[in-house]
């Protein structure tokens, strides 16, 4: 039989393998280098499942899957990412008399170590907003494809004078940016029968929210999650916190 490399084998095949050929040496008295033979492993590795076997109990052949368990090495809980991602979207950092007028990751970074006493880097809050779908879009992709000639003039023109005066008065240009914020994402997991789909109920409209972000050429990011469409109004009082 074709020699047989264990490693490539799943955690379940490893597991099956080392209990057939204990199986078959306890039932029939078969040599080691016939079972080599019939299941494919080295002899020398046939020798070790046998030893540990008749050591510490078939049990102990049973290979457990490596590596730390899956979410083992979250700061958060589930419930505290909920709970922070309500905040996010209900609220502005003023209304919980935070020294913020927007959200930005030091701000989330300050909520999180005073509502549940964990310090989280700056990256690890951005990794937190990134798998909760808050991600600002620069709006310069959008606008090359809408208009590219009117892009390019103001690039080339406009932006430059910009540039030049934001240095001469010593301020930070900001990139502005409105987008959808999804509330019916598929994040929720549970255990069912096989075969029987769990039935989550939930509203049938949803509530429409819109999140404004600004980005400076750094990456610093400040935004604010408001209930409704993005107008006139609202775009002045948000550069206003700015």
């Not at 020398?44 to 510490?56: D, N, V, Y």
């Not at 502005?176 to 069912?192: L, P, S």
């Not at 604010?224 to 009082?237: D, P």
Request: charged share 30%.
């Amino acid at each position: 039989m074709e020699r047989v490399d264990v490693r490539k084998l799943t955690v379940d095949g490893r597991n099956i393998l080392r209990q057939m050929v204990v199986r078959l040496r306890q039932q029939s008295g078969m040599r080691v280098e016939d079972l080599a033979k019939v299941s494919g492993a080295h002899p020398s590795t046939i020798r070790g499942w046998l030893a540990r076997a008749k050591r510490e109990g078939t049990k102990s052949l049973e290979e457990r899957p490596r590596g730390r368990p899956v979410g083992a090495c979250r700061k958060l809980t589930l419930a505290a990412e909920a709970w922070i991602r309500d905040q996010i979207v209900q609220k502005d950092p003023r209304q919980l008399q935070m020294p913020f007028a927007l959200w930005t990751r030091p701000a989330i970074r300050q909520l999180i170590r005073e509502r549940f006493g964990i310090d989280l880097q700056v990256r690890l809050v951005g990794k937190y907003l990134k798998r909760w779908g808050f991600t600002p879009q620069r709006p310069v992709k959008r606008a090359l494809e809408q208009n590219p000639e009117a892009v390019r003039q103001w690039l080339e023109v406009e932006y430059p004078r910009l540039r030049a005066r934001a240095l001469q008065e010593g301020a930070v240009i900001y990139w502005g940016d409105e987008t959808a914020v999804k509330e019916d994402a598929h994040w929720v997991r549970g255990y069912a029968p096989k075969g029987q789909t769990p039935i989550l109920e939930h509203p049938a409209r949803w509530t429409t929210l819109s999140m404004i972000s600004a980005i400076s050429p750094r990456g610093e990011i400040a935004f604010e999650i408001v209930e409704g469409s993005i107008h006139a109004e609202r775009f002045i009082a948000f550069l206003e916190k700015l």
